[in-house]
């Protein structure tokens, strides 16, 4: 979708993931209420921007193959980009929504957009997994913006979208996918049949594009334009990041139904079992391919409250982690004043 919004006119969009909230919220949190931090605090949000998050690939120049696709930021100003971050931290009200903010400003300023920044109309970012750190993200997303933000959610076939995540991550369980596509579910379901907030089903965007993007243009409140209709990154044409792959110059359906190669695979006949709820939520036709017997589907059930209670209790340490990585970086702060 990312793709899709990155050279329309009335948006800023950040084409790399900025990893905010897994690395900066918390720490952001603190500094607001230790204005004594707030130079060594920049030097913390510098580094960990520059260096740490996915906008280290600014610097990267060209790369046609990389596990996020291709991308060219050779015609990005990396100097304007940190000048204008620094300059810009220095002068905001420093709340963690500025912070965040801040990113967008510098990108823009970086890039060769003809339009002025206070007059677009969005800014655009996405971090897959942000929402595992977001359990109450309401209550996060409204103090970084004040209610002055939209959310689209793309929902994807559920057996499809297993196959992807099976390829990129060899050691994943059924499980444990079926656990993590239910929670992001659950996660989002605090937003739904709010006027902010929109599911797109990613099979409406590659069989359905115009009337989906002119949906979406909808709920944005953007001028339909045929760039929304080609992928890109920075303004360059965006292969994809198929796991399998698949290199493609516009949307395409190639990844679709890319589990009925797999006949018979028992994994996605346990995705199909335990998310069929979901899949009757959002119309995905159940496949007689892909049937358990009575015993298997016990025996699924078994193995994934199992594996409820263990991710449940990672993501309780996972707490206690970002405490201490936070903590870390207040010590950083303290030590660059």
């Given at each position: 979708m990312?793709?899709l919004l990155?050279?329309?006119?009335?948006?800023v969009?950040?084409?790399?993931?900025?990893?905010?909230?897994?690395?900066?919220y918390?720490?952001?949190?603190?500094?607001?209420?230790?204005?004594?931090?707030?130079k060594?605090?920049?030097?913390?949000i510098?580094?960990?921007?520059?260096n740490?998050?996915?906008?280290?690939?600014f610097?990267?120049?060209?790369?046609?193959?990389?596990?996020?696709?291709?991308?060219?930021?050779?015609?990005?100003?990396?100097?304007?980009?940190?000048?204008?971050?620094?300059k810009?931290?220095?002068?905001?009200?420093?709340?963690?929504g500025?912070?965040?903010?801040?990113?967008?400003?510098?990108?823009?300023e970086a890039?060769?957009?003809?339009?002025?920044?206070?007059?677009?109309?969005?800014?655009?970012?996405?971090?897959?997994?942000?929402?595992?750190?977001?359990?109450?993200r309401?209550?996060?997303?409204?103090?970084?913006?004040?209610?002055?933000?939209?959310?689209?959610?793309?929902?994807?076939?559920?057996?499809?979208?297993?196959?992807?995540?099976?390829?990129?991550?060899?050691?994943?369980?059924?499980?444990?996918f079926?656990y993590?596509?239910?929670?992001?579910?659950?996660?989002a379901?605090?937003?739904?049949?709010?006027?902010?907030?929109k599911?797109?089903?990613?099979?409406?965007?590659?069989?359905?594009?115009?009337?989906?993007?002119?949906?979406?243009?909808?709920f944005?409140?953007?001028?339909?334009?045929?760039?929304?209709?080609?992928?890109?990154?920075f303004?360059?044409?965006?292969?994809?990041?198929?796991?399998?792959?698949?290199?493609?110059?516009?949307?395409?359906?190639?990844?679709?139904?890319?589990?009925?190669?797999?006949?018979?695979?028992?994994?996605i006949?346990?995705?199909q079992h335990?998310?069929?709820?979901?899949?009757?939520?959002?119309?995905?036709?159940?496949?007689?391919?892909?049937?358990?017997?009575?015993?298997?589907?016990?025996?699924?059930?078994?193995?994934?409250?199992?594996?409820?209670?263990i991710r449940?209790?990672?993501?309780?340490?996972?707490?206690?982690?970002?405490?201490q990585?936070r903590?870390?970086?207040?010590?950083?702060?303290?030590?660059?004043?």
């Amino acid at each position: 979708m990312v793709a899709l919004l990155d050279h329309h006119p009335q948006l800023v969009v950040i084409p790399e993931e900025t990893d905010f909230v897994d690395i900066l919220y918390s720490f952001c949190v603190y500094l607001e209420s230790q204005p004594a931090l707030r130079k060594g605090g920049i030097e913390v949000i510098m580094d960990m921007v520059l260096n740490k998050s996915h906008i280290r690939n600014f610097k990267r120049g060209k790369v046609d193959d990389d596990i996020g696709g291709n991308f060219d930021y050779s015609k990005l100003n990396n100097t304007i980009f940190e000048t204008t971050l620094r300059k810009t931290l220095n002068e905001i009200e420093f709340t963690v929504g500025n912070v965040f903010k801040s990113l967008s400003k510098a990108y823009h300023e970086a890039t060769v957009a003809d339009v002025v920044y206070d007059d677009v109309k969005y800014w655009v970012e996405k971090t897959p997994y942000h929402e595992i750190h977001l359990k109450n993200r309401k209550v996060i997303l409204d103090r970084m913006f004040s209610n002055d933000y939209k959310i689209i959610h793309i929902i994807r076939d559920p057996r499809d979208n297993y196959m992807a995540y099976k390829k990129k991550h060899p050691n994943l369980t059924v499980y444990e996918f079926c656990y993590e596509w239910r929670r992001v579910l659950r996660i989002a379901s605090q937003f739904k049949g709010q006027d902010r907030f929109k599911y797109v089903k990613y099979e409406d965007v590659v069989l359905s594009s115009e009337s989906t993007i002119k949906e979406i243009s909808s709920f944005l409140g953007i001028k339909n334009t045929q760039s929304l209709l080609q992928p890109s990154k920075f303004g360059n044409l965006w292969q994809g990041n198929s796991m399998f792959g698949t290199k493609n110059t516009s949307i395409s359906s190639k990844s679709l139904g890319r589990y009925k190669k797999v006949k018979g695979d028992k994994s996605i006949s346990i995705v199909q079992h335990l998310l069929g709820r979901e899949l009757d939520e959002f119309g995905y036709e159940k496949d007689m391919d892909f049937q358990v017997s009575s015993l298997q589907g016990l025996s699924a059930k078994i193995a994934y409250a199992i594996t409820h209670v263990i991710r449940e209790v990672k993501y309780e340490l996972m707490k206690w982690k970002i405490i201490q990585f936070r903590n870390r970086l207040i010590k950083q702060a303290k030590s660059s004043q």
